[in-house]
DNA sequence: GCCAACGTTGGC
DNA sequence: GCCAACGTTGGC
C-alpha cells in the first residue's frame, strides 16, 4: 500500500465539500500536470491512503485522510471547453489526463499546518516542505504519514 | 499583492 | 534541441 498527498485550493474544493457528497466521495479532477498524472495513472492503487492538503489559504494545512476507491480512469473535465480544466489536446479516444475517486476517511479533530510540519524533524525529508515544490499530487513515506496522524491528534 | 520556482510553449 | 518568454503555483 501507498501513501499519498493531493493538494487543493479550499476556494476550489473543500474537504468540508467532499464530507457533504453521496458516500463522501470525490473525483481528484483537474490534475494538469505530468509528473502529478503518473503518480495517479500509474501507481495509485485501491486502498492506497491520501492526505487532504489545502493550499494556497491561511493557514496550508493538511486537513483528514482519503482512501483511493477507484484507480484511474480518463479525466472527463479536460473533454469539456465549458469547465475551467479543458485541455483540448487530451481526446476521447487518447486522453493525456487521469484521474482517480477518494472517498474521505476522516477529516483531522485539528488541522496540521505546514508550519507545524516544517518544525517537525521527523519530516524534515517530506516533498511536501522542500523549497519550490509545486507537485499537486505526490508520494508521502508511511512514517511521514503516520506522524501527520499523530500531529492532528495532539 | 508579491515574487521565486517551476513547467510549458514556440521560434529558431 | 536550445532557450527566452510566458503562465502558473503557492507560500508569505
Redesign the pocket.
Known amino acids: 500500500m501507498k501513501y499519498w498527498l493531493g493538494?487543493s485550493?479550499p476556494d476550489c474544493y473543500s474537504i468540508d465539500r467532499l464530507a457533504g457528497e453521496k458516500n463522501k466521495t470525490t473525483s481528484w479532477d483537474g490534475v494538469?500536470?505530468?509528473?502529478a498524472r503518473n503518480f495517479m495513472r500509474d501507481e495509485m492503487k485501491l486502498g492506497d491512503m491520501f492526505l487532504f492538503?489545502h493550499?494556497?489559504?491561511?493557514?496550508?494545512a493538511a486537513v483528514g485522510i482519503c482512501e483511493v476507491v477507484k484507480e484511474s480512469y480518463p479525466d472527463f473535465t479536460a473533454f469539456d471547453p465549458e469547465d475551467d480544466h479543458f485541455d483540448p489536446?487530451s481526446k476521447d479516444d487518447n486522453p493525456t489526463w487521469f484521474m482517480v475517486d477518494v472517498r474521505l476517511v476522516e477529516k483531522f479533530n485539528r488541522p496540521v499546518s505546514?508550519?507545524e510540519m516544517?518544525e517537525n524533524p521527523k519530516l524534515k525529508d517530506m516533498k511536501l516542505i522542500q523549497?519550490?515544490?509545486?507537485?499537486?499530487v505526490m508520494p508521502v513515506l508511511k512514517k511521514e504519514f503516520n506522524e501527520i496522524v499523530k500531529m492532528s491528534k495532539k
Do not use: A, D, F, V
Open positions: 493538494k485550493e494538469r500536470n505530468y509528473q492538503y493550499s494556497n489559504t491561511k493557514p496550508p489536446k505546514l508550519q516544517k523549497k519550490g515544490n509545486r507537485l499537486s
